[in-house]
Each structure stands twice: as structure tokens, then as C-alpha cells.
């Protein structure tokens, strides 16, 4: 008889809500009987692991590892620009995307033209000034409109 008392005791202290000392307490019974049941409970448990739950220990290591963040990287403001090119020239940044693209790899137009900029600031000054040189004026600005649409309107 005494096994199964045991055992409803069990039971009941890990259903029921905890009490402000870490010990189970049983809705609607006395306060008395639970206690004397946790502490038969407790004797057959040792007590060592339940103090080091309880411990500030345990927490201090959780503060140590937040600590260890990396510090986030502040992201460099972006600028915003329009540019004007040949048609031949536009084209070739459709190409190099399609080649790109053929090897797996993803690429924007803006991409592109920032890794060529890594390449000529590579490039000896020799080859950076046949570049520039290879590469024809075109006039600034927005191209004009034709003439025909403006009649239209």
C-alpha cells in the first residue's frame, strides 16, 4: 500500500504548479501533506543537482557567450547615378550576364560594372590608359527626343 501512495504523490507534485520554494504543491490539498511527501521525495533524490539548476552559475556562462558577438557591420550608403553609353557597349553587360549566368552565378548590371572597376584599378597604368583610350566620347546627358513624337503631340 505504501508503493502506490508513493507513486499518486509523484504524480500529483509533477502535475501541479510550483510553489515559490521549487517544491510541488497540489490544488485544494493541505498544506501540510504535500510537504511531508516532497520531502520523503527529495531524501531519495540527491540534492546537488537541483542546486546547481538553481544556481546563478549556470547564468553567468549564457552572458559570456552573448558577449561574444561579432558587432554588426555597418552597411555603406549606396549612390544612386544615371550614366550614358553606346547601345554596342549596353549590350555587352547583357552578354556578360548570360555568360555569368551559364557558369551558375547570378549578376546585376551594377555588378558587373563595379568588378570592372576592381580589374582597371588592378590594372597597371599602361593598360588602364588603353582602356580609356579604346573607349569612345559619347556626349553627356539624356539622348534627345525624335522629332516625330514631339509633332504627335
Not at 551558375?104 to 588592378?122: D, F, H, P, T
Amino acid at each position: 500500500m505504501a508503493a502506490p501512495s508513493t507513486r499518486k504523490a509523484a504524480k500529483k507534485a509533477v502535475s501541479s504548479p510550483a510553489s515559490s520554494n521549487g517544491t510541488a504543491v497540489a490544488a485544494g490539498a493541505p498544506a501540510e501533506a504535500p510537504r511531508k511527501k516532497a520531502v520523503t521525495a527529495k531524501a531519495a533524490r540527491p540534492t546537488t543537482p537541483r542546486a546547481k539548476r538553481g544556481s546563478p552559475v549556470e547564468a553567468e556562462p549564457v552572458s559570456v557567450a552573448a558577449e561574444h558577438k561579432p558587432k554588426r557591420v555597418k552597411k555603406e550608403k549606396v549612390v544612386r547615378d544615371s550614366f550614358t553609353m553606346p547601345k554596342p557597349d549596353y549590350e555587352k553587360l547583357g552578354e556578360l550576364k548570360a555568360k555569368c549566368l551559364s557558369a551558375g552565378v547570378a549578376v546585376k548590371k551594377s555588378e558587373l560594372l563595379r568588378a570592372g572597376l576592381l580589374l582597371l584599378e588592378a590594372a597597371p597604368l599602361a593598360q588602364l590608359l588603353e582602356a580609356i583610350a579604346a573607349v569612345e566620347t559619347v556626349k553627356t546627358g539624356r539622348p534627345a527626343k525624335p522629332s516625330h513624337q514631339t509633332a504627335a503631340h
